[in-house]
């Protein structure tokens, strides 16, 4: 399971003897780094690309990215708020419960998300202020995944930590917890806090 990490101070690009070379991001994170501002490029996220390149994140450019985004969905109708974390509330007046409508909104909300570069930057702030040195103990990923119900008493420790390393025969980590909202088999808060547990097990 790809683990989405951030680069700490230490991450800078090293430096690059032509202005217009693609940064090359070094440190604990860096490969998650790289990946981040890869992702934000291909898809035109200019503000993205541009905090991201130098190789660290301030608090500044994660909160202004979410500023973006509220301003985004007004643009589109949208009441919006949004918070460094990722975390907010969206309403529209005309919005139904049909699906054409929620299926429209989360259009929007991914758009706005994009756009503003709020969907790059606040897990990779998120995650350096509670794992600066990328060194998350197993077991307290284990402890949460087992306080939120993700798994139960039938799996040993032993099992669990394989299933963190990438699960057995190729099938990926935890491959029985989907992610997809449209497999019958979705459970939003496993998958939920799966992803959490991992990228902050010390704040749940």
Same mark, same amino acid.
């Given at each position: 399971m790809l683990l989405i990490s951030l680069a700490s101070c230490s991450s800078a690009?090293?430096?690059?003897?032509?202005?217009?070379?693609?940064?090359?991001? !070094?440190?604990?994170?860096?490969?998650?780094?790289?990946?981040a501002y890869e992702q934000a490029k291909r898809n035109h996220s200019e503000f993205a690309v541009e905090a991201l390149s130098d190789g660290e994140l301030a608090e500044s450019e994660v909160q202004e990215s979410a500023d973006r985004y509220v301003q985004c $969905?007004?643009?589109?109708?949208? !009441?919006?708020?949004?918070?460094i974390d990722?975390?907010?509330?969206?309403? =529209?007046?005309?919005?139904?419960?049909?699906?054409?409508?929620? !299926? %429209?909104?989360e259009r929007d909300m991914h758009d706005c998300d994009v756009q503003s570069g709020?969907?790059?930057l606040s897990a990779l702030w998120q995650q350096e202020q !509670?794992?600066?040195?990328?060194?998350?103990?197993?077991? $307290?990923?284990?402890?949460?995944? %087992?306080? =939120?119900?993700?798994?139960?008493?039938? $799996?040993?420790?032993? %099992?669990?930590?394989?299933?963190?390393?990438?699960?057995?025969?190729?099938a990926g980590g935890f491959s029985w917890i989907p992610y997809d909202m449209a497999d019958p088999n979705y459970d939003a808060d496993k998958a939920k806090w799966l992803q959490e547990c991992q990228t902050n097990p010390r704040g749940f």
């Open positions: 690009p090293s430096s690059q003897s032509s202005a217009t070379a693609e940064p090359e991001f !070094t440190g604990a994170y860096a490969q998650d780094y790289s990946q $969905m007004a643009d589109k109708g949208y !009441t919006a708020t949004k918070s990722g975390s907010g509330d969206v309403y =529209h007046p005309d919005q139904t419960l049909d699906e054409a409508w929620t !299926t %429209r909104m709020i969907l790059y !509670t794992n600066p040195d990328g060194k998350n103990d197993t077991s $307290m990923v284990i402890d949460c995944l %087992r306080r =939120h119900d993700v798994v139960d008493d039938s $799996m040993s420790d032993a %099992r669990i930590e394989q299933e963190l390393n990438g699960g057995t025969d190729g």
